[in-house]
């Protein structure tokens, strides 16, 4: 690869921020130079059969038939022009040039027009024009030598990611959310493709790679040069998903330009009901979703695919919580895997860049608990890895890859790797945004080599990377939530309070009507305790009856009584439901236990050794999955002795007494 050549282009086309500066934001260049570099590329594609096309286009005038196939025939290529304007012609004809320029966007196919429509393009180009810069701009452009014999569609990939790069470094408060930086890209790449180096060899061999939340497309260029590396007769087939119509644009803008299909990078939501690849499966699929964002807007059609085709759809193991929404498009990955057949051949691999929270968020029984149940029960998690804080433009917080299949190899069946790779950083000289860190290219192929040894490595006690590495079964992850109940324990006793409390219950007041005259009967009693419930009821009720009336009956009552007159106490006596304990609902309490622990021994090592009358509600038992990553990682450290502490402390007084002496001195 000639870098030099491709960063003299590169500063070519972005030497025209010295006009645009004054007119324009710092952080809007890129809306002009990147969809004038497409131009630029697309004219010069076409130069060659520039009058074949023109020609077809003429003869084919008036006729009923669909032109795009003969003209796409005589361009040679996916896309065309039937004008015979160029931008040296525009440029040349300043007082026509924005009509001009239009006319000719406006005669590209309806492909490379709907891409530069995305731009915002005609907007630019009026904004240029009445500033009086256009004809100079296009001028510029016309300018750039593009041509495919004198840069290599390969080539002319490399200079537009150094000019997509260069955007998103100069509008860095909002780049992270469609630009992931290139270290964080090679390195996910790496642990997702890496593994299949002697599957990827095989000649003729074809791999259909996804990104459903593609960006600028770096992923996924970065994937298909990782395949070609590997094997450069491979056929790799490029898909993609986009919300944001500018990132869209300059994703699709690269693939034409590098000469290469453009057409399955569908703009639109992924989750929602406009799943732009809904019957296509995959070998590998990528992605780095964007963190912490509500799903509020799709929630409709998200909540019908659950509720109506459960696991015939992507949501059927479950759903976050509305604030968040990243676990929705690992489901969504996770639909288009292929299957693995009896031989073991097919099957998928999955990466995708998560913060902390879907590690651990949600307790059992939540909608993230489920989906973290469903993925590792299915044995489809093979590591997960954590990365240094302040990687990204946008957030300084610590983010984590997941890595998923649905074909491990034999060694690795029913476990997960964690790998802490936090330390593996160095300083940027420059902060971009939020990211004032960066993984060199020796660390990226430590990290590589430390995933793929990583069993061998956690077996190893002696290896020096031992502390970094962790397998755990499958079920290390899950824990049961029970129920530990207590049982309800009162003591009996009438106050002023509990007898006003009562006698004014509807259950009392229903059949005396005057609940004085109830209040009048009982009042004698007040202040009175008793240790058991039938004690209280006898003693209440003679005195009642004794005055002739009628004591009031019923589950009502029942209950209405025990609330007034029942007070907890610690020695009272044991209430009873169906003849067993009733439990105090200010007493519950839950406990995780391991799945791989049984419940009755946690219960009998744990919690009677400190209350012996508890026991476990079966029942309302739930099962949930949790990947506390950092606990796992955590390394005690002791704190300083205090005698160390204290000759520190020493010091310091005498070496202030000293700086006070020269003061006063």
Same mark, same amino acid.
């Not at 992270?176 to 990827?200: K, Q």
């Not at 992605?287 to 909540?303: L, Q, T």
């Not at 009162?490 to 005396?512: H, I, M, Q």
């Not at 009982?522 to 009336?549: I, Y």
């Given at each position: 690869?000639?870098?030099?050549?491709?960063?003299?282009?590169?500063?070519?086309?972005?030497?025209?921020?010295?006009?645009?500066?004054?007119?324009?934001?710092?952080?809007?260049?890129?809306?002009?130079?990147?969809?004038?570099?497409?131009?630029?590329?697309?004219?010069?594609?076409?130069?060659?059969?520039?009058?074949?096309?023109?020609?077809?286009?003429?003869?084919?005038?008036?006729?009923?038939?669909?032109?795009?196939?003969?003209?796409?025939? /005589?361009?040679?290529?996916?896309?065309?022009?039937?004008?015979?304007?160029?931008?040296?012609?525009?440029?040349?004809?300043?007082?026509?040039?924005?009509?001009?320029?239009?006319?000719?966007?406006?005669?590209?196919?309806?492909?490379?027009?709907?891409?530069?429509?995305?731009?915002?393009?005609?907007?630019?180009?009026?904004?240029?024009?009445?500033?009086?810069?256009?004809?100079?701009?296009?001028?510029?452009?016309?300018?750039?030598?593009?041509?495919?014999?004198?840069?290599?569609?390969?080539?002319?990939?490399?200079?537009?990611?150094?000019?997509?790069?260069?955007?998103?470094?100069?509008?860095?408060?909002?780049?992270?959310?469609?630009?992931?930086?290139?270290?964080?890209?090679?390195?996910?790449?790496?642990?997702?493709? =890496?593994?299949?180096?002697?599957?990827?060899?095989?000649?003729?061999?074809?791999?259909?790679?996804?990104?459903?939340?593609?960006? %600028?497309?770096?992923?996924?260029?970065?994937?298909?040069?990782?395949?070609?590396?590997?094997?450069?007769?491979?056929?790799?087939?490029?898909?993609?998903?986009?919300?944001?119509?500018?990132?869209?644009?300059?994703?699709?803008?690269?693939?034409?330009?590098?000469?290469?299909?453009?057409?399955?990078?569908?703009?639109?939501?992924?989750?929602?009901?406009?799943?732009?690849?809904?019957?296509?499966?995959?070998?590998?699929?990528?992605?780095?979703?964007?963190?912490?964002?509500?799903?509020?807007?799709?929630?409709?059609?998200?909540?019908?695919?659950?509720?109506?085709?459960?696991?015939?759809?992507?949501?059927?193991?479950?759903?976050?919580?509305?604030?968040?929404?990243?676990?929705?498009?690992?489901?969504?990955?996770?639909?288009?895997?292929?299957?693995?057949?009896?031989?073991?051949?097919?099957?998928?691999?999955?990466?995708?860049?998560?913060?902390?929270?879907?590690?651990?968020?949600?307790?059992?029984?939540?909608?993230?608990?489920?989906?973290?149940?469903?993925?590792?029960?299915?044995?489809?998690?093979? /590591?997960?890895?954590?990365?240094?804080?302040?990687?990204?433009?946008?957030?300084?917080?610590?983010?984590?890859?997941?890595?998923?299949?649905?074909?491990?190899?034999?060694?690795?069946?029913?476990?997960?790797?964690?790998?802490?790779?936090?330390?593996?950083?160095?300083?940027?000289?420059?902060?971009?945004?939020?990211?004032?860190?960066?993984?060199?290219?020796?660390?990226?192929?430590?990290? +590589?080599?430390?995933?793929?040894?990583?069993? %061998?490595?956690?077996?190893?006690?002696?290896?020096?990377?031992?502390?970094?590495?962790?397998?755990?079964?499958?079920?290390?992850?899950?824990?049961?939530?029970?129920?530990?109940?207590?049982?309800?324990?009162?003591?009996?006793?009438?106050?002023?309070?509990?007898?006003?409390?009562?006698?004014?219950?509807?259950?009392?007041?229903?059949?005396?009507?005057?609940?004085?005259?109830?209040?009048?009967?009982?009042?004698?009693?007040?202040?009175?305790?008793? %240790?058991?419930?039938?004690?209280?009821?006898?003693?209440?009720?003679?005195?009642?009856?004794?005055?002739?009336? %009628?004591?009031?009956?019923?589950?009502?009552?029942?209950? =209405?009584?025990?609330?007034?007159?029942?007070?907890?106490?610690? $020695?009272? $006596?044991?209430?009873?439901?169906?003849?067993?304990?009733?439990?105090?609902?200010?007493?519950?309490?839950?406990?995780?236990?391991?799945?791989?622990?049984?419940?009755?021994?946690?219960?009998?090592?744990?919690?009677?050794?400190?209350?012996?009358?508890?026991?476990?509600?079966?029942?309302? +038992?739930?099962?949930?999955?949790?990947?506390?990553?950092?606990?796992?990682?955590?390394?005690?450290?002791?704190?300083?002795?205090?005698?160390?502490?204290?000759?520190?402390?020493?010091?310091?007084?005498?070496?202030?007494?000293?700086?006070?002496?020269?003061?006063?001195?």
């Amino acid at each position: 690869m000639n870098t030099g050549k491709h960063s003299e282009l590169a500063n070519h086309a972005w030497s025209v921020a010295d006009l645009l500066r004054g007119d324009y934001k710092q952080s809007d260049y890129g809306k002009v130079i990147l969809p004038f570099t497409v131009l630029r590329r697309l004219e010069c594609v076409l130069e060659p059969t520039r009058d074949a096309v023109i020609a077809k286009d003429k003869a084919l005038a008036g006729k009923d038939l669909d032109k795009h196939k003969f003209l796409t025939m /005589a361009a040679g290529a996916v896309f065309y022009n039937t004008s015979d304007l160029t931008l040296k012609k525009i440029a040349a004809d300043p007082t026509y040039a924005s009509k001009n320029l239009i006319t000719y966007i406006g005669a590209f196919s309806q492909n490379a027009r709907e891409v530069l429509e995305k731009y915002e393009f005609a907007q630019q180009i009026r904004k240029l024009d009445a500033a009086g810069l256009l004809y100079q701009v296009v001028g510029k452009f016309a300018d750039l030598d593009l041509r495919p014999e004198v840069v290599s569609n390969h080539q002319m990939g490399y200079v537009f990611e150094e000019l997509i790069r260069r955007f998103a470094e100069q509008s860095n408060e909002t780049a992270g959310e469609h630009f992931t930086p290139r270290e964080v890209i090679e390195l996910m790449v790496n642990l997702l493709i =890496a593994p299949d180096a002697e599957l990827l060899g095989v000649p003729g061999v074809v791999r259909r790679v996804l990104d459903p939340a593609c960006g %600028t497309g770096g992923m996924l260029s970065s994937a298909e040069a990782h395949i070609t590396a590997l094997n450069p007769q491979a056929t790799v087939d490029l898909y993609g998903q986009e919300l944001n119509p500018e990132s869209w644009a300059i994703c699709r803008s690269d693939l034409m330009i590098k000469g290469e299909d453009s057409e399955n990078i569908v703009l639109g939501n992924s989750l929602d009901d406009n799943d732009g690849h809904p019957k296509t499966k995959f070998d590998y699929m990528l992605a780095n979703p964007p963190f912490g964002v509500e799903w509020k807007k799709i929630k409709d059609d998200v909540e019908w695919e659950a509720a109506n085709l459960g696991e015939a759809g992507r949501y059927g193991a479950g759903l976050p919580r509305i604030n968040d929404g990243s676990l929705l498009f690992l489901q969504h990955m996770l639909s288009k895997m292929k299957p693995v057949n009896a031989s073991g051949d097919g099957g998928s691999r999955i990466a995708i860049v998560f913060n902390g929270s879907p590690l651990f968020t949600g307790a059992a029984g939540s909608g993230e608990s489920e989906i973290r149940r469903w993925i590792i029960e299915n044995d489809w998690l093979e /590591a997960v890895v954590a990365l240094p804080d302040q990687l990204f433009y946008n957030t300084g917080i610590s983010t984590y890859f997941w890595i998923l299949t649905n074909r491990k190899k034999p060694d690795h069946l029913g476990k997960v790797v964690l790998l802490d790779a936090r330390d593996y950083w160095v300083k940027m000289r420059k902060s971009l945004g939020d990211k004032r860190k960066q993984i060199s290219e020796e660390q990226i192929r430590e990290i +590589t080599q430390l995933y793929g040894d990583a069993l %061998t490595v956690a077996k190893d006690p002696t290896h020096p990377l031992h502390g970094k590495v962790k397998v755990f079964s499958n079920e290390d992850f899950g824990y049961r939530r029970v129920t530990v109940e207590r049982p309800l324990k009162l003591r009996f006793e009438l106050t002023s309070e509990g007898l006003d409390k009562l006698a004014s219950s509807a259950p009392v007041r229903k059949p005396y009507g005057d609940s004085d005259a109830f209040r009048a009967l009982l009042a004698p009693l007040v202040g009175t305790s008793w %240790t058991t419930k039938a004690e209280a009821v006898s003693a209440m009720r003679d005195a009642v009856a004794g005055a002739g009336e %009628t004591w009031p009956s019923g589950a009502p009552f029942a209950k =209405a009584f025990r609330e007034a007159v029942g007070v907890r106490d610690v $020695e009272g $006596e044991v209430q009873l439901v169906k003849g067993a304990p009733e439990p105090d609902p200010d007493l519950r309490d839950f406990e995780n236990v391991p799945l791989t622990e049984d419940v009755n021994e946690y219960l009998i090592r744990e919690v009677l050794p400190h209350v012996p009358d508890a026991w476990i509600d079966d029942t309302k +038992t739930k099962v949930g999955y949790e990947i506390p990553l950092t606990r796992h990682f955590y390394v005690y450290t002791p704190p300083r002795p205090l005698a160390e502490i204290d000759a520190e402390l020493e010091a310091l007084e005498l070496e202030i007494q000293k700086l006070l002496g020269e003061v006063t001195n």
